[in-house]
């Protein structure tokens, strides 16, 4: 080596020189080198994506550092790791610790958790067979679970209560965490479809048997079979048919994201089987929440930075939202109803459920609030995509027949007719308002539109027109205390977001498409915020919780710059 570096005028510096030899013995010649390593049973390797052209060092970026050597020497490096994110995650306590009173620490810390905490392990299963990265990822799982639980109030018994929906896809009602140890085989299987074309390429001269993954004669190939095996035994899954790959051309092309592709199979196997023995009212909750068919926003609060007030969650109100998604109890056995009656003069006193779904139907005031910041965010919306909007406007075209009071009037276009919104939060369970029971399913089965769609059937017989008379534009903005959006909002709001795109001021940017997606994102995150904000006023009202805003406060936010439309949600770093 030394000559060969001479050649072209380089030298070795001898005192930062190490050598590894994998039988263990130093090669003749290198004692000092031998001498200088601090271990001679393996080294850390730095390493970079294949094909990554013009690619730089960054300690906290894509290079990632891993190690090669002997089964104890990288068992020492995974138990050393372990720690790493331990102190990590006390750190990310420490910001809840610490924190200014009025801070939103809660939100910070949970962003913090979701984003970087099981990240930093992540490339090591990518890198390193499951056998070894078990008892790694089984820790690290566990050190993030017992960080959100502290970081949310939950109790061991709720965490063993709401475990799985920790790990549940976001689109499917759960909280988004990311189950390193279901996941770890698939990441290394998918790493491999990615790199074996590029390993054969390169070392196929010096060892053939690197393209011949049928007779995995290599240690390498072996621990691939066994991660397809892992795969086969736990979830059923055919790895090889989900990546359209066979052994004998594994080696022939570069097949990308297999990893996404197997990870999104499991994950979808995992929920089916909660699916299977959930309870009805599980069930629900999960529904509820999920963003299928098209609807996102029902958990955009859970990835809200909290960079305005709009979208910035205090303490209690974001635990009291974890609680509310994972259907966590919210009331202790013994607690009775608070909600004053202004026409009876007294408190209502009904004994309440351990999910307080008496609440919805009883808080009217706190209910009126909630209502009051989703119409008054809607009636910017409508500003601000360029439309002539006014709330509580009457319905002239059935005047003087029928006196109908619409939440938003908005006329969205020269020569248009108007369009009335009208903004309905529904629950899923009957909340015993005015009498029948409390805390059971809307329908026969639990169904992810039971509030959302009932609620929209409702404002649409309120809108229907006298004898003669044509019916008005209607677009009921309905929404489920869970979090999920009925059809005709989701759809009337990209409307707005492609006519706010079109305005003068984006199309001189010429960036229209990537302006719209962040317009929907911020738009989405703000009225999922209000709505928590919202939920926590109505539970309070009945449970006797601080309130989540001070009256003052109420419909005081402003509009954001227009440098906040090109702040999309998923570009944002923590």
Request: proline share 5%; aromatic share 8%; hydrophobic share 40%.
């Amino acid at each position: 080596m030394k000559e060969e570096l001479s050649r072209v005028g380089l030298s070795i510096n001898n005192d930062k020189s190490s050598v590894y030899s994998p039988t263990g013995t130093c090669p003749s010649g290198c004692e000092d080198w031998w001498a200088n390593a601090g271990r001679n049973d393996g080294f850390l390797a730095c390493g970079k994506p294949f094909g990554a052209d013009g690619f730089d060092y960054d300690a906290a970026g894509e290079s990632v550092v891993f190690p090669v050597g002997s089964r104890n020497f990288v068992t020492d490096f995974l138990v050393d790791y372990v720690q790493k994110v331990k102190r990590f995650t006390d750190e990310v306590r420490n910001v809840v610790t610490f924190a200014e009173p009025g801070e939103p620490a809660v939100q910070v810390a949970n962003l913090l958790l979701r984003h970087c905490a099981g990240q930093k392990a992540a490339h090591l299963l990518r890198l390193l067979p499951p056998d070894l990265t078990a008892d790694l990822a089984t820790q690290v799982d566990s050190l993030v679970a017992d960080c959100f639980a502290e970081l949310n109030n939950l109790t061991g018994t709720d965490l063993d209560a709401c475990r799985p929906r920790l790990y549940h896809q976001v689109a499917l009602g759960g909280l988004g965490l990311r189950p390193l140890a279901a996941l770890r085989a698939a990441a290394f299987f998918g790493s491999w479809s990615q790199c074996a074309c590029s390993v054969s390429a390169v070392l196929g001269g010096l060892a053939p048997a690197t393209a011949d993954w049928v007779t995995r004669s290599l240690p390498f190939q072996q621990r691939v079979h066994g991660a397809v095996d892992l795969l086969r035994d736990d979830y059923g899954l055919d790895a090889l048919r989900l990546c359209e790959v066979s052994w004998s051309d594994f080696a022939a092309v570069e097949r990308p994201k297999r990893q996404k592709v197997l990870s999104q199979a499991l994950l979808d196997v995992s929920a089916q089987r909660w699916l299977a023995t959930a309870s009805q009212r599980q069930l629900q909750t999960a529904l509820s929440g999920s963003t299928s068919d098209k609807r996102p926003g029902a958990a955009d609060w859970l990835t809200a930075t909290p960079t305005r007030d709009e979208v910035t969650l205090r303490d209690d109100v974001y635990r009291f939202s974890v609680r509310l998604r994972l259907g966590l109890t919210l009331a202790d056995p013994d607690d009775r109803c608070l909600v004053f009656n202004n026409s009876t003069h007294r408190t209502c006193g009904r004994q309440v459920s351990a999910w307080v779904d008496h609440a919805p139907g009883c808080a009217k005031a706190a209910r009126n609030i909630r209502h009051n910041w989703l119409r008054d965010w809607w009636l910017k919306v409508a500003q601000e995509a360029g439309a002539r909007a006014a709330t509580e406007q009457e319905v002239v075209e059935y005047a003087p027949h029928v006196h109908i009071r619409c939440d938003v009037r908005a006329t969205l276009g020269p020569g248009q007719p108007p369009t009335y919104y009208d903004v309905v939060v529904a629950h899923p369970f009957t909340t015993g308002v005015p009498t029948g029971s409390v805390g059971s399913l809307l329908l026969a089965e639990p169904s992810a539109d039971a509030a959302v769609k009932a609620a929209a059937g409702g404002k649409r017989t309120a809108y229907a027109p006298p004898a003669g008379l044509p019916q008005v534009k209607l677009v009921p903005l309905a929404f489920d205390t869970f979090g999920r959006w009925g059809e005709d909002a989701a759809l009337e709001l990209r409307k707005l977001a492609r006519m706010r795109a079109a305005l003068p001021d984006v199309l001189r940017g010429r960036r229209s498409l990537r302006v719209q997606g962040a317009i929907l994102s911020r738009w989405r995150t703000t009225a999922s915020c209000l709505l928590q904000k919202g939920n926590y006023e109505v539970w309070a009202d009945c449970v006797g919780r601080a309130a989540a805003v001070p009256d003052e406060e109420v419909g005081g936010e402003t509009l954001p710059a227009f440098l906040d439309y090109f702040l999309a949600r998923e570009s944002m770093t923590v």
